[in-house]
T-cell receptor
Framework: GQNIDQPTEMTATEGAIVQINCTYQ??????LFWYQQHAGEAPTFLSY??LDGLEEKGRFSSFLSRSKGYSYLLLKELQMKDSASYLC??????????WGAGTKLIIKP | SQTIHQWPATLVQPVGSPLSLECTVE??????LYWYRQAAGRGLQLLFY??????ISSEVPQNLSASRPQDRQFILSSKKLLLSDSGFYLC?????????????FGPGTRLTVL
C-alpha cells in the first residue's frame, strides 16, 4: 500500500530552527510537496521537490532523497506565525497526491 | 491571477438531509479539479477528481457524488447525509502547465452533520 509518515506534533522555540521529517512508500514518484495549514484554514503550497537535494525558499528549505524515500522541511528563524500543521504529500505514478496526516508545529516564545 | 471560491463556508445539516457544495475557479482554463475531505486532526482524503467537463473519478465509495457541469465549476452532492460525513471539505485546482503539479485550495467548507 501507499504510506506517508510524519511526526504528529513538534514543539520549538521562537527564533530557533526545526526540521520536520517525512518518509514515504508509494507506487511511483512524481514529486513531493510540502503545504502549511493554519488551524481552520485551507492548506497553502510551500515547496515542491522532484530531484534529490535541497530547495531553499527564504526561511524555508525542503530536502529530498528519492533512494531513501525521505524528505524534510527545515524552518529557520522561527516566528510565532509559523505555528501550524505541515503536510507532506507525494505524487504517485497516476499523478495523484498521497497525503500524510500532517505535523502540528507549536512555537513557544 | 487564479482564484478559487467555495461556498458556503460553514454548514450545519441534519442526518438524512441533502447536500450541495459548490466550487468555482477563475483565471485558468481546463484545470484538474479535486474534492477532498479532512477529518479533525487528520490528513486529506481524496473524494473525487475531474480532468474535464462531465469527467468524474471517484476514489472512495460513499454516499457522495460530484459533477462538473462547466469547465470551472465543481459540485459535491449527497442525497442523504450521514453523521460520518462531517468534516472540512476542500476543493482544489491544478493547472496543466509543464512542471506545475501543485494544487491550490479553496477556503473550504466546514460541514457538521447532527
Amino acid at each position: 500500500g501507499q504510506n506517508i509518515d510524519q511526526p504528529t506534533e513538534m514543539t520549538a522555540t521562537e527564533g530557533a530552527i526545526v526540521q520536520i521529517n517525512c518518509t514515504y512508500q508509494t507506487s511511483g514518484f512524481n514529486g513531493l510537496f510540502w503545504y502549511q495549514q493554519h488551524a481552520g484554514e485551507a492548506p497553502t503550497f510551500l515547496s515542491y521537490n522532484v530531484l534529490d537535494g535541497l530547495e531553499e525558499k527564504g526561511r524555508f528549505s525542503s530536502f529530498l532523497s528519492r533512494s531513501k524515500g525521505y524528505s524534510y522541511l527545515l524552518l529557520k528563524e522561527l516566528q510565532m506565525k509559523d505555528s501550524a500543521s505541515y503536510l507532506c504529500a507525494v505524487m504517485d505514478s497516476n499523478y495523484q497526491l498521497i497525503w500524510g496526516a500532517g505535523t502540528k508545529l507549536i512555537i513557544k516564545p | 491571477s487564479q482564484t478559487i471560491h467555495q461556498w458556503p463556508a460553514t454548514l450545519v445539516q441534519p442526518v438524512g438531509s441533502p447536500l450541495s457544495l459548490e466550487c468555482t475557479v477563475e483565471g485558468t482554463s481546463n484545470p484538474n479539479l479535486y474534492w477532498y475531505r479532512q477529518a479533525a486532526g487528520r490528513g486529506l482524503q481524496l473524494l473525487f477528481y475531474s480532468v474535464g467537463i462531465g469527467q468524474i473519478s471517484s476514489e472512495v465509495p460513499q454516499n457522495l457524488s460530484a459533477s462538473r457541469p462547466q469547465d470551472r465549476q465543481f459540485i459535491l452532492s449527497s442525497k442523504k447525509l450521514l453523521l460520518s460525513d462531517s468534516g472540512f471539505y476542500l476543493c482544489a485546482w491544478q493547472g496543466r502547465l509543464a512542471g506545475g503539479h501543485e494544487q491550490f485550495f479553496g477556503p473550504g467548507t466546514r460541514l457538521t452533520v447532527l
